[in-house]
């Protein structure tokens, strides 16, 4: 799946406002564990907290349940927080990927961010990726930023939802090694944002509560605190939806 430029993300950022009401987002992201037979001689590698042998699908995606970008083949052992830091997925994010190093006044105002993922507590805080705040820490402004990033977030829960509804293949154990799954994943997850360009995103439309739970074996686990801690840069840019949001809030009781 070629990496989206970055010239495209304005308007999938602009999509992401006017459908979901979150401005500046360019994608959601999230992993998936896909079922494998047990390779031979790989020991606990590839065995999850579910206790069942998986590698681990990440995927970003976009306002109309499309794949913009995707890493697979992480062993099903990791937790997410490792998964995302150690991925080509990251290190590309790190070096500007996705048109994230670009600032955007949100919108009606003067108030520069840049554009941002939204993933939920298992992802680090960083400036090009925003998750909740902690449930300990949640006041009035607090939970208005999380009910936003949550409802937007559905997005990407629902990709996967889709994609293993139409592709029965991933509500089972694939039996192929872990390679010959690795292409396979790809081509269905290429595969999935073909048939919505085709198809139109009306004729897979849904919301997560349609989405059975054996549809989105989500991978669950959360990074350990050094993973997840953001930078004061990436807190400052988490502060200022949440400013931005509770006003909107406001303006519109």
């Known amino acids: 799946m070629p990496f989206p430029k970055n010239e495209d993300m304005q308007s999938i950022s602009e999509e992401f406002w006017n459908k979901w009401k979150y401005p500046n987002c360019v994608g959601c992201i999230d992993g998936k564990h896909i079922r494998i037979q047990n390779p031979k001689h790989s020991g606990s590698m590839y065995r999850n907290y579910k206790q069942y042998f998986s590698i681990v699908l990440q995927a970003v995606a976009g306002p109309n349940y499309k794949f913009i970008?995707?890493?697979?083949?992480?062993?099903?052992?990791?937790?997410?927080?490792?998964?995302?830091?150690?991925?080509?997925?990251?290190?590309?994010?790190?070096?500007?990927?996705?048109?994230?190093?670009?600032?955007?006044?949100?919108?009606?105002?003067?108030?520069?961010?840049?554009?941002?993922?939204?993933?939920?507590?298992?992802?680090?805080?960083?400036?090009?990726?925003?998750?909740?705040?902690?449930?300990?820490?949640?006041?009035?402004?607090?939970?208005?930023?999380?009910?936003?990033?949550?409802?937007?977030?559905?997005?990407?829960?629902?990709?996967?939802?889709?994609?293993?509804?139409?592709?029965r293949l991933l509500q089972k154990s694939i039996e192929v090694n872990p390679e010959s799954a690795d292409k396979l994943i790809k081509c269905i997850c290429l595969l999935h944002s073909i048939i919505i360009d085709r198809e139109g995103e009306q004729q897979v439309a849904c919301t997560f509560e349609q989405i059975p739970d054996q549809t989105h074996s989500r991978t669950g686990r959360f990074g350990t605190l050094g993973e997840n801690r953001g930078t004061s840069s990436a807190y400052d840019i988490r502060d200022k939806f949440k400013t931005y949001f509770s006003s909107q809030e406001l303006y519109n009781a």
């Not at 997925?89 to 840049?114: A, S």
């Not at 998750?131 to 629902?158: D, H, T, Y």
């Open 69 to 167: 970008a995707i890493d697979v083949g992480a062993y099903g052992k990791e937790i997410d927080g490792g998964i995302f830091s150690h991925s080509n997925l990251c290190q590309k994010l790190e070096n500007g990927g996705l048109g994230v190093t670009r600032h955007c006044p949100l919108p009606g105002t003067n108030i520069k961010v840049p554009h941002v993922l939204l993933g939920d507590e298992a992802y680090p805080l960083k400036t090009y990726l925003m998750r909740p705040f902690p449930v300990l820490k949640l006041g009035p402004s607090e939970i208005i930023f999380n009910e936003r990033l949550s409802r937007a977030r559905q997005v990407v829960e629902c990709a996967f939802g889709i994609m293993s509804a139409k592709w």
